[in-house]
T-cell receptor
Framework: AQSVTQLGSHVSVSEGALVLLRCNYS??????LFWYVQYPNQGLQLLLK??????LVKGINGFEAEFKKSETSFHLTKPSAHMSDAAEYFCAVTRANQAGTALIFGKGTTLSVSS | DGGITQSPKYLFRKEGQNVTLSCEQNLNHDAMYWYRQDPGQGLRLIYYSQIVNDFQKGDIAEGYSVSREKKESFPLTVTSAQKNPTAFYLC????????????FGPGTRLTVT
């Protein structure tokens, strides 16, 4: 069965510091992987996605993630944090290689950015 | 603008009452989903529908019901059988060829007292 583990429910960084949010997955089929961001009391917005093309994926707002099959990881990074990056971040994996199937989400990581 | 609308943003109900949450999309997407979000729990799948007049239970369907009579609409009813209905509910959709990318609505926060 597919699953997603996000290491660290809360990450704190200083403005300008590197952001690293960790995501490990398990999947019995080649996965599609996603990172979403959520601001308080809002829906989720897609940051980036891996769909079996390039293993280094660039997304919006300067975020990127690298798919590492050998490590079953898809960690999210940003070289320099900004105050506006403070939000909750979710990693997700496809349930099966079937159209219309839902995603499995990790429990989320809250990112705090201090000045 | 294309997107997903959920109404209302905040909903308050008394225990024992059924309540229906609205989800409408104008993206021409075939598949639609309902998730429940609780603090520290991530998103959990309630129901999903791949085509009109068809839907499947997700991981936590007990106490919920849905319908899919139109492509654009996928309402969720929280029944009195749901033991802990207070949560943030998110609706999402996926289009053909979008490689499972889900588009989310703004959510409805339901409080039952």
């Amino acid at each position: 069965a597919q699953s997603v583990t996000q290491l660290g429910s809360h990450v704190s960084v200083s403005e300008g510091a590197l952001v690293l949010l960790r995501c490990n997955y398990s999947s019995s089929v080649p996965p599609y992987l996603f990172w979403y961001v959520q601001y308080p009391n809002q829906g989720l917005q897609l940051l980036l996605k891996y769909t079996s093309a390039a293993t280094l994926v660039k997304g919006i707002n300067g975020f990127e993630a690298e798919f590492k099959k050998s490590e079953t990881s898809f960690h999210l990074t940003k070289p320099s944090a900004h105050m506006s990056d403070a939000a909750e971040y979710f990693c997700a994996v496809t349930r099966a290689n079937q159209a219309g199937t839902a995603l499995i989400f990790g429990k989320g990581t809250t990112l705090s950015v201090s000045s | 603008d294309g997107g997903i609308t959920q109404s209302p943003k905040y909903l308050f109900r008394k225990e024992g009452q059924n309540v229906t949450l609205s989800c409408e999309q104008n993206l021409n997407h075939d598949a639609m989903y309902w998730y429940r979000q609780d603090p520290g729990q991530g998103l959990r799948l309630i129901y999903y529908s791949q085509i009109v007049n068809d839907f499947q239970k997700g991981d936590i369907a007990e106490g919920y019901s849905v319908s899919r009579e139109k492509k654009e609409s996928f309402p969720l009813t929280v029944t009195s059988a749901q033991k802990n209905p207070t949560a943030f509910y998110l609706c999402a959709s996926t289009g053909q060829g979008s490689r499972h990318e889900q588009y989310f609505g703004p959510g409805t926060r339901l409080t039952v007292t």
